[in-house]
């Protein structure tokens, strides 16, 4: 098989994905995506309920917990929730607040994919989904991928394969198995923001409660 060279080698094609992709491509750098799902972005498909709760205006450092408290404050410094926001109103989406900042797509989350597709195209990225990554190699002149697509050969490889959540739509551990090929320390992983999926008589008694948001306080066992 053939072998593609690029700068920026992108693996995985969700919202951080292409974001980088858009981003190192608007700096003129050669950029391909690959992912080995049948469509792009699926979790930002049915994000927010299918209208992708895409920022909120209230965003600050002390919204996220991290074992490097300044990457966010940098990160932000740099690209804030009115970048996003500006980029959404240029591409003519139409969206509303629902409360506490929460901004949602009024129509779809498709839009959002979309937007961020035609941001690729015009950065002039390349997207490749069901492409399967067998095994990296890194060497002096750069990192070599071995994929269902052929050889890749890129400066700089970007892994951005998401976390462990709905594997049904893609999801897998891979991004954490590279950061221990290469030597980085992984911290063991645990459930964040999920919902709640029931079946039988529990789904039968709730079904009704889908979909219902309001602010509570529960407790259990004392927590
Ligand atoms: C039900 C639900 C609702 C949510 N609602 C919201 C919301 O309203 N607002 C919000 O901000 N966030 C929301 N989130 C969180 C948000 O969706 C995620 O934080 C975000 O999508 C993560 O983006 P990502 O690019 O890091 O990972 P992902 O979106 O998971 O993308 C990773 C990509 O990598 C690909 N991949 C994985 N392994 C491989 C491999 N080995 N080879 C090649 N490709 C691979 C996957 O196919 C996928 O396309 C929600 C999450 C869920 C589950």
């Known amino acids: 098989m ?12 969700g919202a951080a994905g292409l974001m ?28 927010g309920g299918g209208r992708c709760n895409f920022t909120n205006t209230g965003t600050t450092p002390a919204n996220f917990l991290s074992a ?7 990160a932000l410094a740099r690209y804030s929730p009115y970048h996003f926001i500006e980029m959404v109103e240029r591409h003519g989406i139409a969206y509303h607040e629902k409360e ?6 009024d ?29 990296i ?27 462990l959540s709905i594997p049904s739509l893609g999801a897998t551990g891979f991004g954490y198995e590279i950061a221990r090929q290469f030597g980085h320390q992984v911290l063991p992983t645990r459930a964040g923001l ?11 008694r709730l079904a009704e409660l889908s979909g219902v948001a309001l602010p509570v306080e529960a407790s259990c066992n004392g927590t």
Do not use: W
């Open 137 to 163: 190699e890194h060497g002096t002149d750069g990192f070599r991928v071995h994929t269902t697509h052929g050889l890749f050969h890129c400066a700089s490889l970007v892994v951005a394969t998401g976390g």
């Open 107 to 135: 129509v779809s989350s498709k839009q959002i994919v979309k937007m961020l597709v035609d941001e690729c195209q015009q950065a002039g990225v390349q997207i490749r989904t069901q492409c399967s990554v067998e095994r």
């Open 20 to 47: 980088t992709a858009i981003t190192a491509g608007q700096r003129g750098r050669h950029v391909q995506v690959i992912d080995h799902a049948n469509k792009i972005g699926k979790k930002i498909l049915m994000s």
């Open 194 to 204: 999920v919902p709640l999926t029931l079946s039988g008589t529990h789904q039968e």
């Open 100 to 105: 506490l900042g929460q901004l949602f797509c």
């Open 68 to 74: 490097n408290p300044h990457f966010c404050k940098s």
């Open 2 to 13: 053939s072998t593609i060279r690029c700068d920026v080698l992108v693996i995985g094609a």
